[in-house]
Structure formats: structure tokens, C-alpha cells
């Protein structure tokens, strides 16, 4: 039995010193093993990582930061937009107002443009009255009151258009010049004979009112030159059998 003990003995004992050694040869090998490396990588990954988180929590600030200045900005852009949608409308009244008064402008000009060729026809034909007038006058050696040369008042020359077929004009004037420095055309006359009632006549009316009472005396006055011609004849022969008689 002792043996017996001595041999169970002996054999868990070999059998512990091959366990032992089994383990030590396992325990030498997980030594030879590089266990640094991976838990290097590991470590490396996990930087790595948070590095990488890092950037991305940057990137999200970032962003968040830049959609509130874009919510900022939007707000802003949207504000200006409004008023200027204000000032626009503003302006576009504005405008209409400038329209319309340039328009009525445009109006006035048209008016007035036809107000002076309506007073230019009415120079015009007083112009031709005033000349027909004065010839008359030549003509029938009626002599009339006009101011002094000192007194006549420089006009001034207008240019006159024509046409490219009218003739040039020689140095001394054409004869329509001649004509009216021959009847006086460019002088004044002299209306301070006339009443005061005469020379304030403004209405066309009272002109033609007072025309016709003129030409009334006037018919009137040739009238009775016409009656007294035949005894001026007479007169005149008379005269003229005295002086064949002397």
C-alpha cells in the first residue's frame, strides 16, 4: 500500500512537473509575444478617434456657428428687401408724380408754342395792316407824326429762315427793305396827339368800332373834296386866264 502510495505519488507528481512545464513553455510563448504593438495601435487608433471627433465637433461649432450668421444674415437680407420694396414704391410715386407734371409740362410747352405763332400770325398781319397803312399814307401825301430819330428805339433783328433757292441778298438791301425805310416802316409814330381814351385801346372791339367811325369821316371828308373839286377847277382857270391876260 505504500508502494502503492509512493507510485500514485510519484506519477501526480510527473504528471504536475509535465503540467508545470506545459505552462511554463505557455507562459514563455504568451512572453514572446508582442503585446505592445497592438495595444500601441489601439492606442494610436483611439487618438486617432478622438482627434477625428475633435475635428468633427469643430466642424459641427463651426457649422452652427455659420447657420445662425446665415439665419442672421437671411434676417438681414430680409429686412433690406423690405424696405427697399418701401422705397421702391416710393420711388415708383415719385416717378408718376415726375411723369405727369413733365407731361403737363410737355402741355405747357405745346401751348405756349402755339401761343406764339398765334401772336407771331397776329404781328404779322398788324405788320401788313401797319404797312398797307403806310403806303397808303405815301400815297396819298398824307403826312404823318413820327418821333425823332433819337427817340426810335433799337429793335431787335431777327434771322429769318429760307428756303435754299431764295436769291442772296446784295449789300445794299432788297427792294422790300428800300420800300419800307421809304414809308417809314422801322419808325415809331407819334401818338401823343392822340386822347388819352385812343391811345389806352386795347380791345379788338373797340378798334374796329373806332375804325369804322374814321373811315365814316373819312368818306365823309372825301365826300365833300369830291363837291368842292369843280369850283377849285374854276379857281384854277380863273388863275390861269389872269395870268395870260397879264
Do not use: W
Not at 504536475?16 to 497592438?38: A, C, M, N, V
Not at 433799337?154 to 428800300?178: C, F, H, L, Y
Amino acid at each position: 500500500q505504500i508502494l502503492r502510495r509512493s507510485d500514485a505519488h510519484r506519477e501526480r507528481k510527473l504528471k504536475l512537473e509535465l503540467q508545470k512545464g506545459k505552462l511554463e513553455s505557455q507562459l514563455e510563448y504568451e512572453r514572446s509575444k508582442d503585446l505592445d504593438s497592438p495595444v500601441n495601435e489601439l492606442e494610436s487608433q483611439i487618438e486617432q478617434q478622438r482627434k477625428r471627433k475633435e475635428v468633427i465637433t469643430q466642424r459641427k461649432e463651426n457649422l452652427v456657428t455659420k447657420k445662425k450668421e446665415s439665419k442672421e444674415a437671411l434676417e438681414k437680407l430680409e429686412s433690406e428687401h423690405s424696405a427697399m420694396d418701401k422705397e421702391y414704391e416710393t420711388l415708383e410715386k415719385e416717378f408718376g408724380k415726375s411723369k405727369k407734371l413733365l407731361q403737363r409740362k410737355h402741355d405747357q410747352i405745346g401751348d405756349l408754342k402755339k401761343a406764339i405763332s398765334d401772336a407771331q400770325n397776329v404781328i404779322e398781319q398788324i405788320s401788313s395792316s401797319k404797312k398797307e397803312l403806310l403806303v397808303e399814307c405815301k400815297v396819298e401825301q398824307i403826312e404823318l407824326p413820327f418821333l425823332d430819330d433819337e427817340e426810335v428805339e433799337q429793335e431787335v433783328e431777327m434771322e429769318t429762315i429760307r428756303d435754299s433757292d431764295t436769291p442772296m441778298e446784295d449789300a445794299n438791301g432788297t427792294g422790300e427793305q428800300k420800300e419800307d425805310e421809304l414809308i417809314g416802316m422801322n419808325r415809331r409814330l407819334d401818338f401823343s396827339q392822340l386822347s388819352r381814351k385812343l391811345r389806352d385801346m386795347r380791345s379788338a372791339d373797340a378798334r374796329k368800332k373806332t375804325d369804322s367811325v374814321f373811315l365814316d369821316e373819312h368818306k365823309k371828308i372825301a365826300s365833300q373834296i369830291e363837291a368842292l373839286a369843280p369850283n377849285l377847277r374854276a379857281t384854277e382857270h380863273m388863275d390861269d386866264v389872269q395870268h395870260r391876260v397879264q
